[in-house]
């Protein structure tokens, strides 16, 4: 969807929870601010002390599954929907689905078709979306893209890992095992390097 204020706001990765991003990831480096932050919302990159619960939960969920980064990216890429932090005057983050109407297709028309050309440049077969806004805008993003190719992608949903979402709070691990299960999609994940 967007970037969660604790995680790729801060460092720029899609669910960035930093724990996951600096230990697991291996990723390092120094994230300099924006010209203009928000006061309640300052960047701290990759010292960010706080959690990213939906990060921690998907790169713990994804590392519990594939052991190493390199047998996950062997087959796999994260890309987030719309890279866009958006905030009310408070600090609290604004999901694209919450913008008003004609601020959201104009930004909906531009994610769009940055998603196509990356569905486009890593030649995917299987498109997991992460959330129902995420496949319907996949599933959209396909439809009209008027190429041929497009209609042989697969796309599958699984549960989003948010904590808004009630259902992700009781047992998401599980859920989504069982979702990438019945896709056929866990044996992409399982596979040696």
Request: aromatic letters at 6%; glycine letters at 8%.
């Amino acid at each position: 969807m967007n970037p969660g204020p604790n995680g790729m706001a801060q460092n720029g990765v899609p669910f960035g929870d930093t724990r996951y991003v600096r230990e697991w990831l291996k990723i390092s480096g120094e994230v300099h601010p924006p010209t203009h932050e928000h006061p309640k919302r300052p960047i701290q990159g990759l010292e960010c002390p706080r959690s990213e619960v939906s990060g921690s939960r998907f790169w713990g969920f994804i590392a519990k599954l594939c052991g190493t980064p390199e047998r996950f990216f062997q087959n796999c890429f994260v890309h987030n929907y719309c890279p866009l932090a958006f905030m009310t005057k408070t600090g609290k983050n604004i999901i694209p689905a919450a913008l008003p109407a004609v601020d959201r297709r104009s930004l909906e028309a531009i994610c769009d078709s940055a998603l196509l050309q990356c569905v486009r440049v890593l030649r995917a077969q299987i498109v997991v979306a992460v959330g129902k806004y995420a496949a319907d805008r996949v599933t959209h993003v396909l439809r009209v893209s008027g190429d041929e190719s497009s209609a042989s992608i697969r796309v599958e949903r699984i549960l989003h890992p948010s904590p808004a979402s009630p259902q992700a709070n009781t047992g998401w691990e599980e859920i989504v095992t069982q979702q990438l299960r019945n896709s056929g999609v866990l044996q992409h994940l399982q596979q040696p390097c």
